[in-house]
């Protein structure tokens, strides 16, 4: 009688071990991933995602914002160049591709530069430029004047491809230019590499316009 009264005082002291180490499991699960859930909230406080996906990091400084400011409006110059030969009859193939490649490349560069100026909380640029009084040629490296655009739309035929090639030579170094200044002096890692990608594409280009220039027939 003594050893079954013993048994049953052990097997009761064991269950309520074994309830107690399962209650502590069960807390323990239950409040373990409240810990985990303020990284998210930090890392999206550093950044911004572009309309596009791409993700456009909060540092910048003033180098960066100049950037944007002022090479937005000399790349829809370089659309509006590209948009004015493509009108015209008589152009060249190469050329004319040449052309169509400016406007696909720019046209979403544009883009990606205005949605870096709304993630610093900058006002982005409008379709004229976005700067009050702003005309062509108002002082940035490689802009072309009302003159110059408008010799460009006089312009036909093969005639119009050489003003072309040689006014967007000068346009690209200027762009070459302001991009190496961006990357000299930006803090924003998504201009810096933007600024970057502009020098290698531009000066690439360059050399294919000097080569395309030179195999224009000569004007009779």
């Given amino acids: 009688m003594k050893r079954s009264t013993t048994l049953t005082t052990l097997a009761l002291t064991t269950a309520l071990a074994l309830v107690g180490c399962g209650t502590g499991a069960e807390e323990s699960t239950e409040t373990a991933p409240e810990t985990a859930a303020p990284a998210t909230s930090s890392a999206q406080a550093t950044s911004t995602t572009s309309a596009s996906g791409e ?6 400084n003033d180098a960066d914002v100049m950037f944007a400011q002022m090479m937005i ?3 829809q110059q370089a659309v509006e ?9 008589n152009i060249p193939d190469n050329v004319r591709d040449f052309a169509q490649g400016v406007v696909a490349a720019q046209g979403p ?12 909380d900058e006002e982005p640029m409008s379709e004229s430029g976005g700067m009050e009084g702003m ?25 119009a491809a050489r003003l072309y090639l040689e006014q967007m030579t000068v346009h690209h170094e200027g762009a070459v230019d302001m991009a190496r200044d961006e990357v000299d002096n930006g803090e924003n890692p998504q201009a810096v590499a933007l600024a970057q990608q502009v020098i290698e594409d531009q000066e690439a280009e360059i050399q294919e316009m000097e080569t395309m220039l030179q195999e224009l027939p000569e004007q009779s």
């Fill in 55 to 60: 993700a456009i990091a909060a540092e910048h």
């Fill in 73 to 75: 409006p000399h790349h």
């Fill in 81 to 89: 160049m590209s948009e004015m030969l493509l009108a015209k009859d």
């Fill in 109 to 120: 560069e544009i883009e990606r530069m205005n949605a870096m100026l709304t993630a610093w």
């Fill in 135 to 159: 005309d062509h040629g108002s002082g940035m490296d490689g802009m072309m004047s009302e003159e110059d655009m408008a010799a460009l739309e006089e312009a036909q035929g093969v005639e």
